[in-house]
Structure formats: C-alpha cells, structure tokens
C-alpha cells in the first residue's frame, strides 16, 4: 500500500532537524542525478545560486501578474507555468529542458523557507504545503472543525460516525473528481469536504496592482483571504453553492487562524486522508513539483479493496 506520512513530502512549511537533512539529501542527490544525465549534453543549465535563482523567479513572477499572461489562463492549450517558466529559462541564457524544469523544483525546495526569498515571492508565500505530521495507524489530537450551521464538530465524532457505520472516513480539501467518488463508493467511504482557505485569493491596492495571493486570471472571481472564521464560512457555502455539491458530502471549515487540521494532514489545496478505526492510515501521493500524478481519489480507488471494512 503506498501512503504517505512524516518527512515523505518535498512541500513542508516548517521542518525539524531531522526533516531538513532529508530534504538537503533529496536535493543533493537530485541535482547530482541531473548533472549526470546532462554532463555530456551540453546543456546550460540553473546555477545552484541563491542570488541568480532569486532573479528566475522574481522574473517569473512579474510575468504571472503581467495582464497578457493573466488573461492565457483558461485560454492557453498546455501548462501555462511551464511556458512561462520556458521563457524565462530563454532571457537568462539556459536551456528549455526536462533537466532544467526539474531542476528549478529542485531548488525551489531548497530555497523556499529562505526569509528574504518568502516575503518577495507571492506564490512561496501562498502555495505551502503543510508536510504530514502524523505517522500511519497513529490516532489524530484533538480536531475541531466546523460545520455550515456554525457548529463545533470534533474530528473524533466523525470518526467514530463512520466506524460504526464500518466506512471508511474520507476527507478532501477540493472538488476536482470527489463529488463523483462520493456517490460512487458512499457504501464504502464516508466522504467530507473540509475547507482550509481560500486558493486562489487576489489582495489589490488602491491602484489596481496585485500586492498578495495567488491570481490565475479569474477576474469575476477574486476574493481576499480569510479573516475570520465568519470569512471561511461565507466562503464555504458559497463553494458548496456554486459547485452544486449534494447533501450527503457534508462541508466542514477548518478552525480559523490554527488550521489544526491542515497543520496535522497537510490537506491543502488538494490532497485526502483516509481513517479507519478511529486512525490515519492512508494520504495521497505528491511527486517531486509537489503535484500529484492523477486525482487523488484514483490513487485511492487502486486500494480501496485492501482499505476497507
């Protein structure tokens, strides 16, 4: 059974000692594996420089808030980040290559926790991934997440809600494909929806220019973060609303400022955890970019067998 649990993440907020080293071995390793396939190529390829690597992706950056590339989104045929990133590799004189793609993830991981680095770089700020603090088959602290109706419901309850219906308890952060696994294996799973923050949040000043978030161009839908529990929850029923999810496939809110939930899963912005007998005991996968391959909910249904009562 693949799953994931401490320090398999490449995408981690805050690291322990232990967790660091990985990484750095993860990155030391990674990068050798690329200078070895590259060596007799002649490909130019990203410096392992902080001050040259900076420069790449505040340029990134300034062309991902750039209108023209803004208004691609939803337009363009392919991986918009990755032709923009492609164009930057172009103006600083390095190669458009697999190596190259990889090699910027590669050192995004090392630099991405850097202080002077963080607080320039809209998308490190934004786009963190929490990395899973607990082990498999090991029981969850004290959750309290809320309901739409404004109610405290504690993780445990709903554990034992779907133990004792001898369902697998099953918690996403996004819609993607899940409203269809819902319905599809509900005699099996107990499926929720637990909602963290807002994703794709734009902040504007008084002159129009983006000052936070993560925009992809949505221009009719842009929302500022959450400031309140009452922020999360307006903006929970207005996700329940628009995406038409059915009334089996309960929402709930994350606790607001902790976040206790995604603090211990690292659920957010498009994961799953699954629970059974009252224990974690199943993540989805995340590659190296930190994405994953397929829908989570794929991922699950190759085990759902070997998982279920």
Same mark, same amino acid.
Request: net charge negative; proline share 4%.
């Given at each position: ?21 990985? +990484? +750095? ?15 007799? @190529?002649?490909? $130019? ?15 990134? =950056? ?9 208004? #691609? ?8 980040? *990755? #032709?923009?990133?492609?164009? /930057? ?10 190596? +190259? ?17 963080? $607080? ?5 700020? @934004? ?6 603090? %607990? ?25 034992? =809600?779907?133990?004792?219906? +001898?369902?697998?308890? /099953? ?14 294996? $509900? ?8 909602? /963290? ?10 002159? !129009?220019?983006?000052? *936070?978030?993560?925009?992809? !161009? ?16 307006? #903006?929970?029923?207005?996700? $329940? ?7 089996? %496939?309960? /929402?709930? =809110? ?29 993540? !989805? ?14 991922? %699950? ?9």
């Amino acid at each position: 059974m693949q799953s994931q649990s401490i320090g398999e993440d490449y995408l981690v907020k805050t690291e322990t000692k232990g967790e660091s080293l990985a +990484n +750095n071995n993860k990155f030391n390793q990674e990068s050798s594996t690329i200078e070895k396939e590259t060596n007799n @190529n002649n490909i $130019k390829l990203i410096p392992d420089d902080k001050e040259k690597f900076f420069e790449i992706i505040l340029k990134e =950056q300034q062309m991902r808030l750039d209108k023209k590339y803004q208004d #691609m989104y939803g337009q363009y045929p392919g991986n918009l980040e *990755d #032709m923009i990133r492609s164009e /930057v590799f172009k103006q600083y004189g390095y190669d458009d290559c697999p190596s +190259n793609h990889k090699l910027y993830y590669v050192l995004t991981q090392k630099y991405r926790n850097d202080p002077e680095l963080k $607080k320039q770089v809209f998308f490190w700020r @934004n786009n963190v991934m929490q990395g899973c603090r %607990l082990s498999l088959k090991q029981e969850p602290p004290e959750i309290q997440l809320f309901n739409l109706q404004s109610q405290r419901v504690s993780l445990k309850e709903l554990m034992l =809600q779907s133990h004792q219906e +001898n369902r697998l308890l /099953v918690v996403y952060s996004a819609i993607a494909d899940y409203i269809a696994f819902a319905q599809k294996y $509900k005699d099996i799973c107990k499926c929720i929806i637990t909602y /963290v923050k807002e994703a794709h949040f734009v902040e504007r000043d008084e002159q !129009g220019k983006f000052i *936070d978030g993560w925009p992809i !161009g949505f221009y009719e839908y842009e929302y500022p973060q959450h400031k309140s529990q009452k922020d999360r929850q307006q #903006m929970a029923k207005m996700l $329940k609303e628009q995406f038409h999810i059915p009334e089996d %496939l309960e /929402v709930y =809110q994350d606790q607001f400022p902790d976040n206790l939930f995604d603090e211990s899963f690292g659920i957010w912005p498009f994961n799953m955890v699954v629970f059974k007998e009252c224990k974690f005991i199943w993540r !989805g996968i995340l590659n190296l970019e930190g994405l994953k391959e397929k829908y989570h909910s794929k991922q %699950l249904e190759n085990h759902l067998q070997n998982l279920k009562y």
